[in-house]
């Protein structure tokens, strides 16, 4: 029947919202105010749309969703970025160094 096949509107993957202007407002303003930027593409799953992660060059770093791999790709190239598949070449380790370091500050 013909409901099954209805998707409501701005949804995405299991009830998770899309991309929207305000996800690539988030990611711009991150490349453009820290060093060292790189992009890697999150596969869609069950729970979440496709993503990309940006990681600066100390380990920070920030995910959102973007509307393909293919988007995520025009982004980077946009911005001048590197840009990798994370089921490829997988997270750079100064990201979890980042993470360790944040987690004693807070913990």
């Known amino acids: 029947m013909a409901w099954f096949r209805r998707r409501k509107q701005g949804v995405g993957a299991a009830g998770d919202r899309i991309a929207n202007r305000g996800d690539f407002e988030h990611l711009e303003e991150f490349v453009r105010s820290r060093r060292g930027v790189e992009a890697f593409i999150e596969p869609r799953t069950t729970v979440t749309e496709t993503t990309v992660m940006l990681i600066a060059y100390d380990g920070e770093w920030t995910r959102r969703r ?10 980077a190239h946009k911005m001048a970025i590197p840009i990798y598949d994370v089921r490829l070449v997988g997270y750079p380790q100064r990201m979890r160094d980042f993470n360790e370091r944040r987690k ?3 913990g």
């Open 66 to 75: 973007v509307d393909s791999p293919e988007g995520a790709r025009r982004f």
């Open 104 to 106: 004693r500050r807070t």
